[in-house]
């Protein structure tokens, strides 16, 4: 089961999981329409919200009865940047009602969850720029990062009392072909569409702020591992390791497009430093990212003038 299955990640899971000959069956929980393009005849779209499904009796008989072996949990009701200006909706929605769903799939039966957490927001600003493993401090200063600490501790204290497994996924920044590449979220893609299209990148931090960066393949591959992972550790960084500034990710985009940015820097002098290392998600999940930055902007520059 993926909530959140027609987002950038759930979507790229989704295509992933389906050329598996050993998953018999992917449940789908989404609120939007089933895409018109996906017609394979293991897929069961389900168009509600994660958080309707406590109270949906015959529908958990339903899942039940499907003997759900392993549940991705990536849906969330709003974006990093959104939640702490509504951080009672976000506690509530996908604090509470997020633990409440999956408690209810723990109940029917659900041997795994596979949490999506985040570990560019989960540590804070790291203002003494240490590498960051999973047993650093947590110290978010948003919202959602809060949030996602939350659901790990209970979702830890979940798994305990159902016997059951649970992996929260700290991920960092994904990028890669299909993300939007308009709005606030996915700094990437935006970036290099506001470069190609000769139009202005407004900075709401310093340009020396620094964060790692992890292409939607390299990812996908990581969430693929958490299925047959059965060892003791239930936490992962999922990233390159590899940490660039946002002046350092313009200059590769620069490179990548021949074009020249024109950059509006932030009048704020706060840096924040995220340097993560993925050591132990090499290790027990035998897992290891194969797509540099440069490579992976190279990939969305391409995409972008071959118009998608």
């Known amino acids: 089961m993926i909530t959140g299955g027609s987002g950038f990640i759930g979507s790229a899971l989704v295509s992933t999981l389906l050329s598996r000959v050993d998953i018999e069956q992917l449940i789908i929980v989404d609120i939007l329409e089933r895409p018109l393009d996906l017609h394979d005849e293991k897929v069961r779209w389900v168009k509600t919200s994660f958080i309707d499904i406590p109270n949906n009796e015959k529908l958990l008989e339903e899942f039940k009865s499907c003997r759900i072996d392993v549940l991705f949990h990536l849906a969330t009701t709003m974006f990093p940047k959104r939640s702490s200006d509504n951080p ?4 509530l929605e996908n604090g509470a009602y997020s633990v409440a769903f999956c408690r209810s799939m723990y109940n029917i039966g659900v041997k795994k969850i596979v949490y999506a957490s985040s570990g560019g927001l ?6 003494e720029k240490n590498i960051l493993d999973e047993n650093s401090l947590t110290n978010p200063k948003i919202s959602y ?3 996602k600490k939350i659901n790990e501790d209970y979702l ?7 016997n059951s497994k649970f992996i ?3 991920i960092s920044n994904p990028y890669g ?12 893609p935006i970036f290099v569409n506001l470069i190609l299209n000769s139009e202005e990148i407004n900075l ?3 340009e020396f702020s620094c964060r790692d960066y992890i292409y939607i393949d390299d990812l996908v591959s990581a969430l693929e591992k958490a299925i047959d992972y059965n060892g003791k550790f239930s936490i992962f960084n999922i990233c390159s390791g590899i940490s660039y500034t946002l002046s350092q990710l313009i200059e590769e985009i620069e490179r990548k497009t021949g074009r020249k940015a024109k950059v509006n820097k932030a009048d704020s002098s706060v840096e924040s430093f995220v340097k993560l290392t993925n050591e ?10 194969r797509v540099s930055l440069p490579n992976g902007i190279s990939l969305l520059v391409n995409n972008f003038k071959n118009g998608n």
């Open 88 to 91: 009672t909706q976000d506690l």
């Open 156 to 162: 830890r204290l979940l798994s305990e009392h159902y």
């Open 280 to 289: 132990k998600a090499r290790i027990e999940l035998n897992w290891t990212p």
């Open 204 to 206: 709401s931090e310093s």
């Open 122 to 127: 989960i540590y804070g600003d790291n203002l």
């Open 145 to 147: 990062g809060i949030v």
């Open 168 to 170: 929260s996924m700290r």
């Open 177 to 188: 072909i299909n993300q939007n590449k308009v709005g606030t979220q996915g700094v990437i």
